[in-house]
């Protein structure tokens, strides 16, 4: 019974958390007041937690978690932003301490593959409905004016949600070089994991899931069939690349003409600004400025200027909006969790968490896949299967060694163990 209503929970929050996939068919006001309760609700229970373990990913959860809680204070002492309407706005990026309550609750890792399994084929679906029935919005919203239009030679939907369909993706192509049941369809919906960026002609999106792709199926490889994948993926790239297909062909010419505007690129000068002129003091240099509630509060109004007079757009500028809003704090944290991601090690099938966190830094540039609620639950499970499974493996080694040792001669454990290793084990 406990495990069901464990599974309830996370279902239902997964689907408040990102707005229901922005459903225009259901009121705004019910969503935004769902989000909330469900949100804040899980975070100030999650709270309890946060100081109860050490060790693998919770020293950058907490360093991201208290930057955006604090983030509310400074918007009110920089900005004058009230409370209400930091809390408001903080809301829909105030998730981090849900990683806490997972560590509590013991969610099993085998639920929460099925769990974002699912939501990432019911993602795929919903998008092609949506891309389907174009003409009229049902899930998401468009670029520019109130209907889905022709862009970079497709009719460009960013679906939202994407964050828990690319940690599906990866989780499948994961499977797909592992002695699993029904390989083919994980094959299949990796394959869709390719598809679906390229239908959106979002270069960051692509390129993400293509490198990691690429590099999942080159790793461990002979040199021979190193230089067969190598080989294959440039042809395939290079036939790419010459076919007339309107999709490629939009990408590629976006990004022709963005490398040629260099500095002038509006994302270059986005960046510039809030790096260095945005924060009004020095404490807001250090700490953030908070979340702007936009076009309500004097802060968010500015910055709803500054979009309309500069086109400058905090979703465009990745981890600079990061530091913008929650400050230098959450950036470290942010780094030590992509540190981790390359020095700790994971068993292999669990992979894709660290592809997925692979993925978040190869797009945190120009993306707001660092910080968005389409990304953010997706995230934070992933970090949670991670450092579950880190510790996971740790706790089966020292088992193994006591076990060793107790059934082994003094002398035959001394040769298993050397006394630095089995003092780093049993203080892990």
Excluded at 2 to 8: E, G, Q, Y
Excluded at 16 to 25: V, W
Excluded at 161 to 171: M, N, Q, V
Excluded at 384 to 399: G, L, Q, S
Aim: net charge positive.
């Amino acid at each position: 019974m406990k495990a069901n209503l464990l599974v309830v929970y996370l279902v239902l929050l997964i689907a408040i958390s990102l707005n229901f996939f922005d459903a225009k068919f259901i009121p705004a006001k019910l969503v935004n007041y769902l989000e909330f309760a469900a949100v804040m609700g899980s975070v100030l229970v999650a709270i309890v937690y946060m100081f109860d373990r050490k060790g693998g990913f919770v020293l950058p959860v907490q360093l991201i978690s208290l930057s955006i809680i604090f983030s509310m204070v400074m918007a009110y002492i920089s900005w004058g932003q009230g409370f209400r309407d930091s809390l408001l706005e903080t809301s829909q990026y105030i998730l981090w301490p849900l990683f806490f309550l997972l560590l509590h609750l013991k969610v099993p890792i085998r639920t929460l593959e099925k769990i974002i399994l699912t939501y990432g084929v019911l993602y795929v679906i919903l998008y092609f409905f949506q891309y389907a029935n174009a003409h009229t919005v049902l899930f998401g919203k468009p670029i520019s004016g109130e209907e889905f239009s022709e862009q970079r030679g497709a009719i460009r939907i960013i679906f939202p949600g994407a964050g828990i369909f690319i940690l599906a993706i990866f989780i499948a192509l994961t499977k797909i070089t592992q002695a699993v049941r029904y390989r083919w369809l994980y094959l299949g919906f990796a394959a869709l994991g390719l598809i679906v960026p390229i239908m959106q002609v979002t270069r960051q999106f692509i390129a993400g899931v293509v490198l990691i792709y690429f590099y999942h199926f080159f790793k461990s490889q002979s040199i021979l069939k190193k230089t067969l994948i190598l080989g294959a993926f440039a042809g395939g790239v290079l036939v790419l690349l010459n076919a007339d297909i309107p999709m490629i062909r939009g990408v590629i010419e976006v990004q022709q003409r963005d490398t040629k505007l260099g500095k002038n690129y509006i994302r270059v000068q986005a960046g510039e600004y809030f790096l260095t002129d945005f924060s009004p003091n020095v404490l807001s240099q250090v700490f953030g400025n908070g979340a702007p509630n936009w076009g309500i509060s004097r802060y968010g109004k500015f910055m709803e200027r500054l979009s309309n007079t500069q086109e400058y757009f905090l979703s465009d500028v990745g981890i600079i909006a990061v530091y913008a809003m929650f400050g230098i704090f959450a950036i470290g944290g942010f780094m030590l969790m992509w540190y981790k991601s390359f020095t700790l090690p994971v068993p292999e099938q669990f992979a894709y968490v660290k592809y997925y966190l692979w993925y978040l830094l190869l797009t945190s540039f120009t993306w707001y896949s660092v910080y968005h609620y389409h990304y953010l639950i997706a995230t934070i499970f992933a970090l949670y299967i991670y450092h579950r499974a880190v510790m996971d493996e740790k706790k089966r080694a020292v088992i193994g060694y006591l076990l060793r040792k107790a059934s082994a001669t003094p002398k035959a454990a001394d040769r298993d163990f050397s006394p630095m290793k089995k003092e780093t084990l049993l203080k892990s």
